[in-house]
């Protein structure tokens, strides 16, 4: 939901240097799979010298895990970024219409015509993938850029926030989890989140301490996506292996969620954004290079 709003929302703004379709979807490239890549290989390296016995490595995993396809890969979690890519593709093709709404709208019926048409696919993944109602939750992100670029002054009360986080708390209580029913995760997970959203928008940027790490929390998001499936797996080894697993977990899963957002964290700093600046440097070097032929 929240890639839906910034990708529309920034791509739009006014006086934001335009991308061409052809820049966005480098840009979005660079952004997601150099990190993806280096969390593979690691899940590789660590299976290769004994662990993750249990884990099938087979050259479908890695394919699908090195370009991101729909299907097993080597990190678990990364099949969201499967879905992140498709709108990425779908959203650079509507791009070369120009205006910000006919390009919304284009988005939406494309993405909701995929969900009608991948019921037709024979291939189970792609088709449960393709007519998987999440995509529905980067709509509702196009959508409230729309409505947010659109007023003069927007005024949504923080009590739609509450109202987000309420659901998204007590929905639990009625399913064991948010895909038990059929595009139930649209209902307890996206349209909360979308109220959520809508309810801080206009919440200035924190220039306390505690404001500003919340704010490198957020850029370290998918270093933290990522990385915290490594502290899971370490955790996992504990619970097995040593008295850990005989206790209550109640009194370590506050330790474990620490952990995760400090190697996150440490990993965004040290790792992740050299990664990225390096590569997005050669990617604005080649792009700037001419054929011989222009140049003379």
């Known amino acids: 939901m929240i890639i839906g709003f910034i990708v529309v929302y920034v791509r739009f703004h006014p006086g934001q240097a335009a991308d061409t379709p052809k820049r966005f979807i480098i840009k979005r490239a660079t952004r997601l799979f150099p990190w993806c890549w280096i969390c593979s290989a690691t899940i590789a390296a660590i299976s290769a010298i004994g662990f993750l016995k249990n884990k099938n490595i087979d050259l479908y995993t890695i394919l699908n895990s090195a370009l991101i396809l729909p299907g097993d890969k080597l990190v678990y979690v990364a099949w969201t970024l499967s879905y992140e ?47 998987s109602p999440l995509v529905l939750e980067f709509c509702f992100g196009i959508a409230l850029a729309l409505f947010f670029s659109a007023g003069k002054k927007w005024k949504a009360p923080l009590a739609l926030g509450a109202l987000g986080f309420l659901i ?43 404001g500003r790490a919340t704010v490198l929390l957020g850029d370290a998001s998918y270093a933290l996506y990522l990385t915290h499936v490594f502290v899971m797996m370490a955790y996992g080894w504990v619970i097995k292996s040593t008295f850990v697993g005989g206790m209550s977990q109640a009194v370590f899963a506050p330790v474990i969620i620490f952990l995760c957002l400090i190697v996150g964290v440490l990993t965004h700093v040290f790792v992740e954004r050299p990664a990225l600046d390096l590569v997005r440097r050669v990617t604005r070097r080649q792009s700037g290079r001419r054929p011989l032929e222009a140049r003379s």
């Open 85 to 131: 890519i498709y709108f990425y593709i779908i959203f650079s093709i509507c791009l070369n219409i120009g205006k910000m709404f006919s390009t919304s709208i284009s988005v939406i019926l494309l993405m909701i015509g995929g969900i009608v048409l991948g019921r037709e696919i024979h291939n189970s993944t792609y088709s449960d993938f393709f007519s």
């Open 168 to 210: 998204i708390i007590v929905s639990p209580i009625f399913l064991p989890h948010p895909d038990a029913l059929p595009g139930s995760r649209v209902i307890v997970w996206g349209l909360p989140a979308t109220l959520i959203v809508a309810a801080f928008l206009e919440v200035k940027r924190p220039q306390s301490i505690a």
